[in-house]
């Protein structure tokens, strides 16, 4: 009789975990969350509230909300001279701060990304250290060096420069983790079809950088629009920006707390707006830059 192999015996089946993604943490944790967002929201909501609100409805009920809607506020304010001139002089400030910040923080990232010399860790060490010193640190010597030496107190450049100076560390360190992982077959087949290293800064590097281009060039505009101390310092009379239009309206205007709620509310929606429309490329120029 032929041989009969007995089948194999059958395996059992495996079995099926299921693993629950997304799930619930812990209440604390959302508690934790919800606190946070209160303390952080609730100044900004309560002072868009407020200046939708009179005076008498502020001291009858500090924490309600308007009934009714009043626009008086705001409408005054858009329709003063001296607030679009204080937004005008933020605006080419902050202009004129990003624009420096980006041009010459891809300058300063590119070597320090792309070419190899003696000396160019200890060189980015100094960009390393530089955010450890902020602007406050040197503010007595840039007031003696921009007012006395340079001759540009009170104007548009004496405070963008030195912005532009203590905002270049962070551009550096965000910038070149992101020249750092440009391959370098690209610049061998640029410079193999005859572009020279600054050809291919430009037509490569520049486009290839923007998402982190973008994410510097939003910090420096917001860092520059509420800067404070600086500009109180360097800029007066028609010169000054919004944050201190801000203090100046709040001291002549003491009385009126609805209309210097409705005044800080309209000075800081431009840079909260231009922050919330740029979020998502934020947050993947900063990964891009950790990744690095």
Not at 35 to 62: E, H, I, K, M, W
Not at 127 to 136: E, K, N, R
Not at 198 to 210: C, D, H, K, N, T
């Amino acid at each position: 009789m032929p041989d009969v192999t007995p089948p194999a015996p059958a395996r059992p089946a495996p079995r099926r975990t299921t693993s629950v993604r997304g799930g619930g943490g812990s209440p604390l944790v959302y508690l934790g969350a919800l606190v946070v967002v209160a303390l952080t929201l609730g100044p900004v909501v309560y002072g868009v509230l407020g200046g939708f609100r009179s005076n008498a409805q502020l001291a009858d009920s500090p924490a309600g909300l308007p009934d009714p809607w009043l626009l008086d506020n705001y409408r005054r304010v858009l329709t003063s001279p001296t607030f679009w001139r204080y937004a005008l002089n933020s605006t080419v400030v902050a202009g004129l701060t990003t624009l420096l910040v980006v041009v010459f923080g891809l300058m300063a990232a590119y070597p320090l990304a792309r070419y190899r010399f003696p000396g160019r860790e200890a060189l980015y060490s100094v960009f390393l250290v530089g955010l450890l010193f902020p602007a406050t640190v040197a503010i007595i010597p840039l007031f003696i060096l921009v007012s006395r030496d340079l001759q540009l107190g009170n104007t548009w450049w004496g405070v963008a420069l030195p912005q532009a100076a203590f905002g270049l560390p962070m551009t550096v360190v965000i910038l070149r983790p992101f020249l750092v992982a440009i391959p370098d077959e690209l610049e061998e087949a640029a410079l193999m079809d005859g572009a020279s290293r600054i050809g291919f800064f430009f037509r490569v590097v520049v486009p290839l950088s923007a998402p982190a281009t973008i994410t510097v060039g939003v910090l420096a505009f917001v860092a520059s629009w509420n800067a404070y101390l600086l500009p109180l310092l360097l800029l007066q009379g028609d010169m000054k920006t919004l944050p201190l239009g801000v203090a100046d309206y709040s001291t002549q205007y003491s009385s009126d707390t609805a209309g210097v709620l409705a005044f800080t509310t309209l000075a800081m929606v431009p840079a909260l707006v231009f922050f919330l429309a740029v979020q998502r490329r934020i947050v993947s120029g900063l990964q891009g830059a950790v990744k690095g």
